[in-house]
């Protein structure tokens, strides 16, 4: 079954916030925002630019009537400057016009004074000075001193893993129309529209029933709108709670990516201890996230980080910590993988390390190391269902690793201009929020008179597939085709109190919710079938738009079914709830279980480097991956694709770049280069494991949305192979992303093997 917006996308018929039919007299918003990353604010001077004609009102903190704030885990992030800027791009006034054109003139109109402080770019820096954003984390298991003494083999290294830009093709946005009794409703393009409502509740200092928030769907998030949707719907309420008129923004390209936080940098250091017989004894990683200049989701992402620091590995000794530095960049956020790649890569790199100086591949270290059934993690679950090797050696046989490996090493000795590099990468990613409570979602199904259902959940549809997914359920449930079934928009005021679409969950967490509903609405309708076709609640079944006995092959369409059930006056209408199961996590102890279950995966990856030029060609990514029992094969595989080629493009080419005054300069798509047609690998086959799935899975189909993402790491280290094939004096880095330049000095450099 296909995506059933698929019709709607290829027309053009889809709708996003800048396709909204606006209400007469709606007016445009935009930001005036931060022109340096750290200074106190002297003077702010708008009067100017309010005098334009179409002016309507430049808003500043002073005009915000409830809290100037938007934090979500901490309260430290204001929604307009107060007296300090504390990142470049920082908003400070919103400007309201009749028009967008009008509002530019008038942007470049407002001058500000300030006086400029030091500002901090990278992680270490604000290390080094004490700026954190929250307290670190750490977590423990087993005794790392006393195991590193027992180690043939220690190694040591430090790593650098850059920040990565969201892309969404859907700038930022939000609409907001004033309804009656001072009602606002606000169409946000948002992955969490509680979120969204919380805030604006704060700032406009009202009850979060005046506020709607509705969302038809986003074009992308990929966690860019989890936690940073909130300051664009609110400056839209605000102006439209003082104005008492429509407000649109929508941020263009070049405010979207100066003013919103991306993917966390790190800076991270190693220490990993073998045995001659490659088990790996002892790990210990020091991470310097990179928070940016306020906490949004950084404390959830850090302590992600740790959460898969040991990958899909079992290492009996762990030792982790992570620091969340505060820095002037904008806030950091979400990204796809919330902090497990940045620990992924890290990891990776001590065993490329540690194979590297002991001159063997490191998929030998990989493989020797992988978590097997009843394993424990570092932070206390114990890995059930485990298929880290199940999916390694399923790789390994079908896709003729050791043929594979033997005609890279043949290439390499026949040509000199071209090497060949190979890697496996194995991957384990958790599966639910982190942060237990947010383990809930709930579903709304209302059954129409004419047997046509519509139904809301808090799942945001983002161009991942979940309404499809959700409208499978329903359908499936009650044996009905698709088209008696539609996704309604996800709205507060018809499913409240809900999480994010976010942590790969959201199929997951709200079709469970949707399945009770359904479930319920269908035993409620049995009873009323059982009694037209005069058996018993078991002999029945629903099918192809009708209800069957099983027995004598009796059958009431479903349409009658609903008729009759109207009539006797049985509600066509549930709403259902569902919370995670089992999972817990103590934060004192940093022990628990945190994950529903995993997702496992392996990926092999040969790449060809041009030795004379630095860049590369992906020949090939093959995966095995964990699908449990995909319910919908085509969306499965597409979100398998869609992360890797997010994956490889955080490893290879986009590269953020920040100047030392933290004025972004990577700030547009000629400057940033995210993967296009030709960075995909030539050959990408992703074939699904056959394995039992998970309970607390939809249908047992497995979470899909941000596992594969880590595939991706496989080419940087395919790269590097390939690399040292050629300068054999090279001695591996990790700092990723490994762009074509700097892929051509590696080249070139003699680096000297210090051990
Ligand atoms: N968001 C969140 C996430 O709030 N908590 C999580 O654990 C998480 N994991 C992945 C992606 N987003
Ligand atoms: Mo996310 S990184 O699941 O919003």
């Given amino acids: ?74 309260q430290d992030e204001p929604l307009l400057a107060e007296n300090d800027i504390h990142y470049w791009g920082q908003p400070i006034a919103f400007i309201v016009a009749k028009s967008d054109a009008i509002a530019k003139k008038a942007r470049q109109l407002i001058s500000l004074k300030t006086e400029a402080l030091p500002v901090i770019t990278t992680a270490t820096e604000a290390f080094k000075k004490n700026e954190f954003v929250c307290a670190p984390r750490s977590f423990k298991m087993g005794n790392t001193v006393n195991a590193f003494k027992t180690c043939d083999y220690i190694f040591e290294a430090d790593t650098f893993s850059n920040g990565q830009e969201h892309l969404y093709l859907e700038t930022q946005g939000a609409y907001a129309e004033c309804g009656e009794n001072s009602k606002i409703k606000v169409t946000a393009s948002t992955q969490g529209p509680t979120q969204v409502q919380k805030a604006i509740a704060k700032v406009l200092g009202i009850g979060m029933h005046q506020i709607e928030v509705d969302v038809i769907r986003l074009g992308g998030g990929f966690g860019g709108k989890e936690d940073q949707a909130s300051a664009w719907a609110a400056l839209v309420a605000l102006a439209t709670n003082h104005l008492h008129k429509p407000v649109k923004l929508v941020l263009n390209r070049h405010d979207d990516m100066r003013m919103t936080g991306k993917r966390h940098p790190y800076e991270s250091t190693f220490k990993i201890g073998l045995t001659k017989d490659l088990k790996i004894q002892a790990f210990e990683a020091t991470f310097l996230q990179n928070a940016g200049a306020a906490a949004d989701l950084s404390p959830a992402i850090a302590e992600r980080t740790l959460f898969h620091a040991t990958n899909a590995y079992f290492i009996k000794n762990v030792y982790t910590k992570v620091l969340s530095c505060k820095t002037n960049l904008p806030p950091n956020t979400a990204f796809r993988g919330f902090g497990g790649p940045q620990g992924m890569f890290v990891i990776e790199s001590a065993i490329a390390k540690a194979a590297e100086m002991l001159n063997i591949p490191a ?21 059930t269902q485990v298929e880290a090797k199940n999916t390694w050696q399923t790789a390994v046989k079908d896709f003729d690793f050791e043929k594979e490996v033997k005609l890279v090493a043949q290439f390499n000795s026949h040509n000199d201009a071209l090497k060949k590099g190979i890697s496996v990468m194995p991957i384990c990613f958790g599966i639910s929020f982190t942060n237990t409570p947010m383990n809930q979602a709930s579903a709304l199904v209302h059954i129409y008179q004419d047997g046509s259902i519509g139904f809301s959940t808090g799942a945001i549809e983002m161009g991942q597939g979940v309404n499809t997914k959700l409208k499978q359920i329903v359908a499936q449930t009650f044996g009905l085709s698709l088209n008696k079934v539609l996704v309604e928009t996800t709205n507060t005021t018809r499913v409240a109190n809900t999480s994010p679409s976010a942590a790969s969950s959201t199929a997951d967490l709200n079709g469970k919710a949707l399945q009770i509903a359904c479930i319920t609405l269908k035993n409620r309708l049995s009873v009323i079938a059982k009694a037209e076709l005069n058996t018993t609640d078991k002999a029945i079944y629903f099918k192809d738009q009708a209800v069957y006995n099983l027995q004598n092959k009796e059958s009431i369409a479903w349409e009658t079914l609903i008729q009759t059930a109207f009539l006797k006056r049985i509600s066509l209408t549930e709403q259902a709830y569902y919370v995670t199961p089992i999972i817990n996590f103590d934060k004192t102890a940093e022990k628990g279980q945190p994950f529903a279950y995993h997702v496992y995966g392996t990926a092999i990856s040969t790449v060809t480097v041009d030795c004379l030029r630095g860049n590369y060609a992906i020949d090939s990514v093959k995966i095995i991956h964990d699908f449990g029992k995909s319910m919908n094969l085509d969306i499965d595989m597409g979100q398998v694709e869609g992360a890797l080629a ?11 770049v920040y100047d ?12 940033y280069k995210v993967p296009d047609v030709y960075a995909m690998p030539k050959i990408v086959v992703v074939k699904a494991l056959e394995s039992e799935g998970n309970e607390m899975a939809l249908l047992k189909s497995k979470a899909v949305g941000e596992p594969p993402l880590m595939y991706g790491i496989g080419t940087y280290f395919a790269i590097q192979n390939a690399i040292k094939a050629f300068n054999k004096n090279y001695c591996l880095k990790f700092d990723a992303p490994l762009t074509p330049q700097k892929v051509l000095k590696n080249l070139y450099n003699a680096f000297k093997n210090n051990s």
Wanted: aromatic share 10%; net charge negative.
């Fill in 646 to 656: 997010q994956g490889i493009g955080w490893m290879t080419s986009e590269e953020l």
């Fill in 660 to 671: 030392k005054n933290g004025r972004l300069l990577s700030n547009a798509l000629s400057t």
């Fill in 363 to 383: 998929y030998k270290i990989q493989e020797a190391n992988l978590l097997q059934e009843n394993d424990a993690f570092s932070y206390g679950q114990i890995a």
């Fill in 1 to 74: 079954m296909k995506n059933t917006d698929s019709y709607s996308h290829l027309r053009g018929e889809s709708l996003y916030i800048d396709d909204l039919n606006t209400q007469q007299g709606c007016l445009f918003g935009l930001v005036f925002d931060a022109p340096l990353a750290h200074a106190k604010i002297l003077e702010l001077d708008y009067a100017k630019a309010e005098t334009i004609d179409g002016v309507v009102k430049i808003f500043t903190y002073q005009d915000i009537p409830g809290q100037n704030q938007i934090g979500g885990i901490i």
